[in-house]
C-alpha cells in the first residue's frame, strides 16, 4: 500500500489589531516621577532610616537605553498614568456581554480572514495563545468561536511569550493529523493589568494588542500568496527568572493576590545572558534539520522583547559562521545594519506585546519576500520557552 503523502500546510492570513490609546515614555515617565517623589516624600523619615526603599527616578533616554522601545498601545490610559492609582481601569462587562479579550480577539480575528479570504464556514478550529486569559472558564476561543459563528473546536492556551508560536504548532499538528482542515489562531494580548506600574524596571515593558494567524492545508487556500510551513520546532528549559504568579491559590494562602511578587518581574540580566544563546542554537539546529544556513533566511521574526536581546540572538546566531547569501540582502528594518541578515524590530512603537510581537513583525514585514524565500519566526520567553517555524514564500 502507498504510503500517504503529509500535506501541505500554509500559512494565507494574518491580522494584527490595536487599542485606539498609545502612552509615549515622556507621558510614562512624566506619571511614574510623580509618584516616586511623592512616594518618597511621605517616607522619608523610614528611607532614611534604611527601612524602606527609595523609589529611583526614571527618564524616557533610560528606557529606550534598556530596551529600544519609545511608546506602546494601552487598553486603558487614564488609570496607568494616575498616580493614585497606576494600574489601568477597566469597566466590568456583566456575563451576557462579549468579554473584553474576546473583543481583542475578534478584531485581530476578522483582518486575517479577509487577508486569507476566509469565511467562518470555511475555519473549523479556533485557538488563542496568549500568556494571560481574563478567566479560567468558559475557554475565550469558544466564545470568540460563537461569535463568529465557526463549528468545530476551540480551546484556550497559556505559554507566555512563547503563546503564538505553540499555538500555531498545535495548529500545524491539527492540520496534518487531519483533525482539522482550516485554523485560526489568535493572540489577544491584554498585558497591562499585570503590569507593576510602579517599578521602574519594568513597568515600560509591556503593551495591549491582539494578533490572528489563518493556517490551513494548501488545497483549500483561497489565495496563492501566503507561507509553506516547512518545519516546527520547539524547546523548553525550566526557570523562574521570569515570574507573574496571580492566580486563584492566592485566596488559599491568604496572599495579597496583587502583591508585588504576584505581578510580572524577572531578573532581566539573566535572561538576557541565559535566553540569547539558546535563541541562536535553537534556530540554527532547526535550520540544520532543513539542510539550511542561517545566510540562507531571507527573514528573521523575532519574539520582540528587548532590541538588545535580539541583537545579540543575532550576534550569536552568525558567531562563527562562513559564507553570505540571500539572508544578506536584508537589514533594511533596524536590525544588524544595511547589509547583515534582516531582522525587524517594532518593538519601539508597540512595545513588548508578549506573544503577539513575532506575528506584528511578520504582518508588517512579509510583503515583500519573493517567491522562494525562507523566514523564520522564532519566540524566547517564560518557561524558559522557544518555539519557532520555518516558512517559505509561496
Not at 490595536?18 to 515622556?26: G, L, R, S, V, Y
Not at 520547539?234 to 491568604?254: E, L, P, Q, Y
Not at 508578549?354 to 510583503?367: E, K, L, P, R
Amino acid at each position: 500500500m502507498k504510503a500517504e503523502s503529509k500535506p501541505t500546510i500554509v500559512i494565507s492570513g494574518s491580522g494584527v489589531w490595536t487599542p485606539p490609546d498609545t502612552i509615549t515614555n515622556e507621558e510614562l515617565v512624566t506619571s511614574y516621577n510623580a509618584w516616586a517623589e511623592r512616594f518618597n516624600r511621605i517616607h522619608a523619615a523610614a528611607i532614611k532610616a534604611g527601612k524602606t526603599e527609595e523609589m529611583p527616578i526614571s527618564s524616557a533616554r533610560f528606557i529606550e537605553k534598556a530596551s529600544g522601545i519609545k511608546s506602546r498601545f494601552v487598553y486603558a490610559k487614564e488609570g496607568i498614568l494616575d498616580i493614585d492609582r497606576m494600574r489601568p481601569k477597566f469597566p466590568e462587562r456583566k456575563a451576557g456581554e462579549l468579554s473584553l479579550q474576546a473583543e481583542f480577539a475578534l478584531h485581530a480575528a476578522r483582518k486575517a480572514m479577509e487577508k486569507a479570504n476566509k469565511s467562518s464556514s470555511d475555519i473549523d478550529a479556533v485557538i488563542v495563545s496568549c500568556a494571560y486569559t481574563q478567566r479560567a472558564f468558559p475557554a475565550i476561543a469558544i466564545e470568540v468561536q460563537d461569535a463568529l459563528g465557526i463549528t468545530g473546536f476551540g480551546f484556550d492556551m497559556l505559554m507566555a511569550c512563547s503563546a503564538a508560536t505553540f499555538g500555531l504548532h498545535r495548529a500545524f499538528d491539527s492540520l496534518a493529523s487531519g483533525s482539522a482542515k482550516c485554523v485560526l489562531a489568535i493572540n489577544p494580548e491584554v498585558v497591562t493589568p499585570m503590569v507593576n506600574w510602579c517599578d521602574r524596571d519594568s513597568h515600560f515593558i509591556f503593551g495591549d494588542i491582539s494578533t490572528a494567524v489563518i493556517m490551513e492545508r494548501a488545497d483549500t487556500a483561497a489565495t496563492g500568496n501566503g507561507f509553506e510551513v516547512l518545519s516546527t520546532r520547539a524547546a523548553t528549559f525550566f526557570s523562574s527568572n521570569i515570574r507573574s504568579d496571580f492566580g486563584h491559590v492566592s485566596r488559599a494562602t491568604d496572599e495579597d493576590p496583587y502583591g508585588r511578587e504576584k505581578l510580572f518581574h524577572q531578573q532581566g540580566r539573566k535572561v538576557f545572558e541565559e535566553v540569547s544563546p539558546k535563541a541562536a542554537s535553537h534556530i540554527k539546529e532547526h535550520l540544520a534539520e532543513l539542510g539550511l544556513s542561517p545566510y540562507e533566511v531571507r527573514r528573521f521574526w523575532l519574539h520582540q522583547a528587548n532590541i538588545n536581546m535580539n541583537n545579540m540572538v543575532m550576534k550569536h546566531l552568525f558567531n562563527g559562521l562562513e559564507g553570505g547569501g540571500k539572508g544578506g540582502r536584508g537589514g533594511r528594518h533596524g536590525l544588524c545594519g544595511p547589509d547583515g541578515p534582516d531582522a525587524p524590530t517594532i518593538i519601539d512603537r508597540y512595545a513588548n506585546t508578549a506573544s503577539a510581537g513575532v506575528i506584528i513583525a511578520f504582518d508588517q514585514y512579509s510583503q515583500d519576500l519573493e517567491k522562494g524565500d525562507v523566514g523564520i519566526i522564532c519566540s524566547f520567553g517564560a518557561g524558559y520557552s522557544i518555539g519557532s517555524l520555518v516558512l517559505r514564500k509561496r
